[in-house]
């Protein structure tokens, strides 16, 4: 099966090499020429145009931004929709709306093509190693069709539901993703204002009952200083109000999820929209005069994990 993967960015690129390292042929687009040549020196081919890549491939995989950048790359006179014909495979791999997923859908649908939501949750440190997750939605002969290329991009892989759901359990994630980053602030400036030893308190949240995989990852760079997560404040901000317009149309509403978003919003204005989002713990570095370093934990995560294929769940 060729592959046509458009999103070269922070995840996308780490996706895309794991194909490429595993030999298979691999067609990209990105708005950044470098990244192109660098991948073409490995094997890959280069597109002109998302139209031309979805042309030539089999499955077409978009990793991106936003919803408004999706769309346009698909929807484009040069966009992926007008290179499609029947039986070609969309995966959409960004985290975005359900509904826009669903809409674009129709489109593709229309030119005989099938659509798949299949969002990742791990972290970088994971998508570099191809073993991240994957939650995928949508019919599932077409999500057997590409579960050899979705077990060498991840190792747990989770087929959802119908179209959507995938979607919609990577917003629930990320949501909970954000509520234990900013608790994190709260107990480290408890912990540090107790004058705990903070190497000690990592270890005890890591083997007790509040422990999670934020706190396993983020809390790591957060104690060295870098805050280097590879995920920034306007993702957060992004993936919440995808959360929250969520519960609205379910007609829910919320009572942590807004005071939250609250939190990182304010988080943004005092560090920028590209500051790294574990940095949203800073504000109450900031305010308290503290900081909570300890020596010993890396600038940036990596997984130590052996690269193994993955399987469903």
């Not at 592959?3 to 996706?15: D, W």
């Amino acid at each position: 099966m060729k592959i046509g993967f458009i999103g070269l960015g922070n995840v996308g690129r780490k996706l895309a090499e794991s194909l490429l390292r595993n030999k298979f042929d691999l067609t990209v687009r990105d708005l950044d020429e470098n990244l192109m040549k660098n991948f073409k020196k490995f094997g890959a081919k280069i597109a002109n145009s998302p139209k031309e890549l979805a042309e030539q491939v089999d499955l077409i995989i978009t990793c991106l931004p936003s919803t408004k950048i999706c769309a346009e790359v698909m929807e484009a006179t040069n966009g992926v929709i007008n290179g499609l014909s029947e039986n070609k495979i969309w995966l959409e791999m960004s985290t975005t709306d359900e509904s826009e997923i669903k809409r674009l859908a129709k489109k593709v649908v229309a030119k005989k093509a099938i659509p798949l939501d299949g969002p990742v949750s791990g972290g970088c440190h994971r998508a570099a190693t191809g073993n991240i997750a994957i939650f995928v939605g949508g019919e599932r002969q077409g999500f057997e069709k590409i579960l050899p290329i979705l077990t060498t991009m991840g190792r747990k892989i989770l087929h959802t539901g119908e179209l959507g759901t995938a979607s919609i359990l990577k917003v629930i994630t990320n949501y909970l993703a954000s509520v234990h980053l900013a608790a994190l602030g709260e107990a480290w400036t408890v912990a540090k204002k107790s004058n705990l030893d903070l190497n000690k308190t990592f270890k005890g949240i890591a083997v007790s009952s509040g422990n999670s995989f934020v706190h396993e990852t983020e809390s790591q760079v957060i104690l060295n200083g870098s805050y280097n997560i590879n995920f920034t404040m306007d993702l957060v901000k992004k993936d919440m109000n995808l959360f929250n317009e969520l519960s609205k149309k379910l007609n829910t509403p919320l009572e942590i999820s807004p005071f939250v978003l609250d939190i990182f919003k304010d988080a943004q204005k005092k560090y920028g929209s590209r500051a790294w989002s574990s940095m949203v713990v800073k504000r109450l570095e900031d305010k308290f005069g503290l900081d909570f370093r300890s020596d010993g934990f890396p600038d940036e995560l990596v997984d130590n994990e052996k690269e193994e294929k993955g399987y469903e769940i």
